[in-house]
């Protein structure tokens, strides 16, 4: 049945949408593009994607080298340019930073967008190696002793859960909630879509996997922030999906990142490239929780990030005469966080600040794509509810914020049910909720 359905036709281009798309690397962008040995390394990636990557090293070389170059001699003034909030001298806050804050004050506005429940643990209990959890700050709690009796991929919060109403739920209410089970972000889905050999008219509707954008969807929203509206590609927002829920599912993938105390986020995360440590707000080579290697990021991700910055510059150098590196610098993401909302999941107001001082003073960009279900997006430049901007964020839309917009406030309020594209939803079975994937380089 899936083979004669539209959606399965479509679906399985996925991979050939893939293929197609890194040739298209050879094209103008690349000099966008600095491309590192964490791109062409093999872990994690699949044999098409490397043997593309290793490629395109060679040709990228003289460009990241040139790229070093004219970084080494950078504008000296640019700390005075893009300068640290007064945060930084004191107690740097982030996203957590904020929620929490917010959680223990009760704040009305930003409070009213974090809501917390218990620790979950990322790991599989049955996996794990004690002696390889030197620094497992996050994944506390009796949950590591727990098995669960529910099958693979559940974590279904029941409508009377007092996880649905927000807030911290106890020690009892965490005893009924399964924890050592990756989440799976596609629960129904058994395989990835099939690849079979393109009819004539697949062929031509693989044209439209190209990546035309037509700028008239691109917003300047301020300076350095630009929203580029459905810009994904439906079949690459099913392969960005299909591949997220494949890193994700295993052990070490997606989990609940939460505090000390017990107490955590309303989404789940995964990350790419680099680990990021909620607790405490570094970035590590090695994941907090069971000291692996995250996987790498994979270089399809890589291109449509470059591509979404490069087709950005374009939009802003339409409206402005001005050195377009200026108000929106490229980049070269080494750390994609991955965050899964359901559709009671929430981010409150925070700035993203733990990336390297170099790459916060150059206003180095974040690269955010929206999939599945609708959110409303918060920003502006004070943690003020009241006062933020709001911008819906839908399926295949990308939102840059880089240069002076790089230190922006920024949350999710709500999540939309019933907003993702069918299509999406009956190719990839993504549960309801949000696959958002924000990369940055540290
Ligand atoms: O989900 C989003 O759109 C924002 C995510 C975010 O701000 C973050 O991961 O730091
Ligand atoms: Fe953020």
Redesign the pocket.
Known sequence: ALVHSPTASLCKFVLLGKRKMNRGIKSGIQRHHVRTDRDVSKGGVEEGDSVIGESLSNKTEDIAEQQILSLSTSNPSYESQWPLPSATKSKRRT?IDLAQHSEQTSHQGAAEHVHFSKLDSPLKSSSVNPSQQPNMSAPTTGSMKKHSSFPSGGQYIPKNSPERGGGVQNSRDSKRTRVNEPFDICPFRTRYPAVLKPSSQDKERLQGIQMDYSLENGQVLRSGMVLLRSYIPLSQQIDLVMRCRELGVVSGGFYQPGYKDGAKLRLHMMCLGLDWDPQTKKYGKRRHYDNSKPPNIPPNFDYLVSRALHDSQTLIKQQLSSNVEEILPCMSPNIC?V?FYTTNGR?GLHQ?RDESRESLLRGLPVV?F?LGDS?E?LYGDQRDVDEAERVL?KSGDVLIFGGKSRHIF?G?TSIYPNTAPTALLECTKLRPGRL?L?FRQH
């Open positions: 996203r966080i965050n981010l993203d955010s929206s959110a997006f964020l920024h999710v958002n924000t």
